[in-house]
């Protein structure tokens, strides 16, 4: 049972890992955004009508993800103690 309980929290510390560092990389990226409108100035493009923000994941393909990295980390767990016995 303490082989599930870590390989869930390995799983729950890889998942924020994750996604703290798409969201700390998105972050960078638009602060530190400077757009060039002289040299776009020439180039006429139509304006889009919407802006999309992100996307949507489902909640049940989080949950399996969050499983299945469980299970990996299990079986590596269960590995290492069992090579160093």
């Known amino acids: 049972m303490r ?3 870590q390989a869930f929290i390995c799983s729950v510390i890889i998942h924020v890992t994750y996604f703290s560092s798409i969201f700390l990389v ?10 060039d409108i ?8 139509p304006l889009q009508n919407e802006v999309a923000f ?3 994941i ?4 989080s949950l399996l993800t969050l499983i299945e990295v469980a ?6 767990i ?3 103690k069992r090579l160093l016995n």
């Open 3 to 5: 082989v599930v309980l």
């Open 26 to 35: 998105g972050y960078i990226k638009t602060s530190l955004y400077k757009p």
């Open 38 to 45: 002289a040299s776009e100035w020439d180039k006429i493009d």
């Open 54 to 56: 992100g996307m949507v």
């Open 58 to 61: 489902s909640p049940v393909f």
């Open 71 to 76: 299970v990996i980390c299990g079986i590596i």
């Open 78 to 80: 269960f590995l290492y």
